[in-house]
Nanobody, 118 residues
Framework: QVQLVQSVGGSVQAGGSLNLSCTAS????????MAWFRQLPGKVREGVAT???????NYADSVKGRFTAPRDNAKNILYLEMNSLQPEDTAMYYC????????????WGQGTQVTVSA
């Protein structure tokens, strides 16, 4: 059974930094993709970063240059390092995982709140 457990989020002032982590379990000897999504208040959930098993990463334009999503394959942990945070980054952040051949994301973390104050 695949499980994704996210770290606790937090609150920071604009311009600050915050790191999240997502630990995956249940994948055994099979490559899988991981991703970060976020849902802003009143908005549809949007992709932040998608990371392949080889570490190749795609970022949303809104976070390019500010966020990075390194992946530790030995520990099955995906990180989200967020810098230069702005109030518009305030959202519930979710990690997701699935086989890279899948057209959707079957497994989701519990979500963690990130709040950025002006």
């Amino acid at each position: 059974q695949v499980q994704l457990v996210q770290s606790v989020g937090g609150s920071v002032q604009a311009g600050g930094s915050l790191n999240l982590s997502c630990t995956a379990s249940g994948y055994t000897n099979v490559p899988f993709c991981m991703a970060w999504f976020r849902q802003l208040p009143g908005k549809v959930r949007e992709g932040v970063a998608t990371v392949g098993p080889d570490g190749y990463t795609n970022y949303a334009d809104s976070v390019k240059g500010r966020f990075t999503a390194p992946r530790d394959n030995a520990k099955n942990i995906l990180y989200l390092e967020m810098n230069s945070l702005q109030p518009e980054d305030t959202a519930m952040y979710y990690c997701a995982a699935d086989l890279c051949t899948s057209r959707d994301w079957a497994h989701w973390g519990q979500g963690t709140q990130v709040t950025v104050s002006a």
